[in-house]
Every structure is written in structure tokens, then in C-alpha cells.
């Protein structure tokens, strides 16, 4: 997660495109408020009893707030519905320009050294697995609770053999996400790490998942991973749910704003990035509209846009690179071949479920995506 927008890069967009998302990102929109349960709005806690799974929010909080940070209490962290991830809800109004949160510097997991690059992500992914092992004896005790209760994040990497190979046969030669294995290879060249060495690549999976990069002086140009309590439980979303931004930098408290007025029970929304299958490598999720998409077939066919919703609420690409007739017969091909796709494995992966080879978390995720791959072209080839 990166230091302040972490949504759409207007600087990539063509003209009607960057329009499209200065016009709609701030927007408020009733579609996208989700309406608290019976009672969820007179919750004079953080959403810490045991039937809402939010065990050591509270403490959390306190934490923040005794190191000289702040929570504003109008917020809620509050288990998903519908398999939705745990997520931070509005309990009440917030208006523009509210201090959600500020986070001391000194409750942040971060490297021991001013360092940038993978210098820095390698020594803040060390410092996070020493924390790990500490456990209640950590400093950062309430946060490496939370983060101890996570255990591995599931992403492509870390799946069974069975789904790693459904999902390759879903990717195929040209659709991304190619490079899903990197993270291991990235630990062991880079960090020389062992990511056989479960607690440390555990750690570096989460830091992978959790971290934001911290800018290192007030230009912004080099940054830092660094593990940041509270502000980790924003779900992403781009478009116009998008309601935050952030201040940070080295040193300094880490503070996050709502960018526009948040209504009671809407859920409050980070930006992780700008591109739907760096999100599916990165967090193991497929996001919802809208969606940025960039399919490259070799030999100069490629295209890139965004798939989100138009005036009459259909689905709509649109474009920062337009196909032309070579890469949308490409597409057409790519189609074809994903439909075929479906009918030859569909079955096989039940059995594959059945016999405990293949993760029903993992078969699920990986036909979302590849649902998600048939919408993003088709209706691309459509239009």
C-alpha cells in the first residue's frame, strides 16, 4: 500500500477516462452503503464482542490512543457478511476532511534503518516475524495479537498444488497475473531468506498483504514498507467508495482522512492499487467494479482499461488503450479458450475437493477470477 492515493492513476488515463474518475471517485452513492445490522449503530465499542470475530479491536484502540495517537469512535470494525473480509464501517456521520485516524510512529513496525527498496521491505519483514515470535512480550503486543490471529494470508503462492495448477491452466500463456510465485523467489534473491523457514515467510506474507510504503522525506520519490496498526483493516475499493487519503512519512504520525462525507453504515475504503490482477496476486481477492484490466496477446496486441459501470448501470470498458480488430480477435480467441476452460475442469475440481487436494477457498477464488476474466472480455469484445 502506498503512502497517500492509493486509487486510480489519473496520470495513466486518457482524457475521458481521468474525467470519468475525478467526476465519480468522491461521489457519495447509496449503492455502495452497506446498512448496519439491528443495533449495530448503538455499539459503544469498537465491535469487540465475540459474535462479531473483532476479539482485541478494543485493545487495539487503547493502544493507539495511550501511545498519543487517535481512533475517532465513529467507526466500527465489524465481520464481513457474505464472506466479506472483516472491514471498518461508519457507526454515525463523518464529514469531509475527518481525522479517522493517527497512528504514533512509534507504534509502527517498521525497518531499523532508514533504508528504501527491498533493503527496506527485507529488514521491515525481519522486524515483523521478531515481533511475531515475541508475542504478548512484543511492544507492539495488541497489534501483533491481531496480526498472530491472521496466520498466512491465502494468496496464488501459497496454494495447494491442485489449485495452482487450475489456475494455470485459467491463465494460460498471455493473462496476467504470470509472475504469482514471486514473493518466494523474492524473499530468497533479495533478502536471502528461506521461505521453507515457515514463521519468517509468514511474515513477509503478511507484510506482503498488510504493509503501507511510507514516503521518506516530503518529495515522496523513495519510500518504505512499514506495518501500520488500524490502518490495516481498510478493505480496498476504487471508483467512488474510495473515502480516504493518507499523510505519512518517516518519522511522523500516520494519518488518515475521509475525502468526502461517509454515511451511517457505509464502509470506509482504502485504495491497495489500480489493477484488478496485481490485487488477485498481491491479496488473493478479485475485486468488484470497477476494475482495471490489462491484457497483452504479444506482438503489439494489447490493451488496458477500465471495466466499470455506465449510465444505464451496464458494464462498460473504458479506455485508456483501445483494441484494435488484431488484439480483439485475440481476445475473441482468449474467449474461446477459457470457455473450454470451464467445461474441461469444472468437474475435475470437485473431485479434486472432495478428495482434500484442492481447497474449496481456493476452487471458489479461482472460478471467480476466471469469471471475472470471461466479464472483463466479452463485454470488451461486445462493445
Known amino acids: 500500500r502506498e503512502d497517500t492515493n492509493r486509487s486510480q492513476s489519473s496520470a495513466t488515463l486518457l482524457p475521458e477516462v481521468k474525467d470519468l474518475y475525478d467526476a ?3 461521489l457519495p452513492s447509496s449503492d455502495h452503503a452497506e446498512t448496519l445490522p439491528p443495533g449495530g449503530g448503538d455499539l459503544k465499542t469498537f465491535a469487540s464482542a465475540e459474535e462479531n470475530g473483532n476479539q482485541g479491536i478494543d485493545s487495539l484502540v487503547e493502544w493507539i490512543r495511550n501511545s498519543g495517537g487517535s481512533v475517532d469512535s465513529r467507526q466500527e470494525v465489524r465481520k464481513g457478511r457474505f464472506k466479506k473480509p472483516r472491514g471498518v464501517f461508519a457507526k454515525d456521520e463523518i464529514e469531509e476532511g475527518a481525522l479517522l485516524c493517527s497512528v504514533p510512529w512509534s507504534n509502527i513496525i517498521k525497518p531499523t534503518e532508514n533504508v528504501e527498496g527491498n533493503s527496506g521491505k527485507c529488514s521491515t519483514a525481519r522486524a515483523l516475524a521478531k515481533e511475531l515470535s515475541l508475542g504478548e512480550e512484543s511492544k507492539f503486543g495488541p497489534f501483533v495479537k491481531i496480526l498472530s490471529d491472521l496466520g498466512r494470508p491465502s494468496l496464488p503462492e501459497t496454494w495447494s498444488e491442485a489449485g495452482r495448477e487450475l489456475l494455470d491452466k485459467v491463465l494460460g500463456k498471455f ?20 521461505p521453507a523457514v515457515a514463521p519468517e515467510f509468514d511474515a513477509v506474507l503478511l507484510m506482503v498483504t498488510r504493509a503501507a510504503d511510507v514516503a521518506l522525506s516530503d518529495e515522496g520519490t523513495a519510500s518504505q514498507a512499514a506495518m501500520v496498526p488500524f490502518y490495516d483493516l481498510y478493505n480496498h475499493r476504487n471508483g467512488p467508495s474510495h473515502n480516504t487519503r493518507v499523510e505519512a512519512a518517516v518519522g511522523q504520525e500516520f494519518k488518515v482522512y475521509a475525502t468526502r462525507a461517509i454515511k451511517k453504515g457505509e464502509e470506509i475504503y482504502n485504495s491497495y492499487g489500480n489493477s484488478t490482477s496485481e490485487m488477485f496476486r498481491d491479496y488473493g481477492f478479485i475485486e468488484t467494479i470497477p476494475q482495471m484490466w490489462k491484457f497483452d496477446f504479444g506482438g503489439g496486441k494489447e490493451t488496458e482499461y477500465v471495466m466499470d459501470t455506465g449510465i444505464d448501470g451496464a458494464l462498460f470498458p473504458y479506455w485508456v488503450n483501445r483494441p484494435d480488430s488484431k488484439t480483439t480477435a485475440a481476445m475473441e480467441k482468449e474467449l474461446k ?14 473431485k479434486k475437493v472432495k478428495s482434500g487436494e484442492l481447497a474449496k477457498e481456493e476452487m471458489d477464488t479461482i472460478w471467480s477470477y476466471h469469471g471475472a476474466l470471461m466479464n472483463a472480455i466479452d463485454h470488451t469484445i461486445i462493445v
Open 24 to 26: 465519480r471517485r468522491f
Open 337 to 350: 479458450r477459457l470457455i473450454a476452460v470451464e467445461i474441461d475442469n469444472f468437474s475435475w475440481t470437485r
Open 175 to 194: 493473462i496476467a497475473p504470470q509472475d504469482y510465485m514471486r514473493f518466494g523467489k523474492w524473499w530468497r534473491e533479495e533478502c536471502k531468506g528461506d
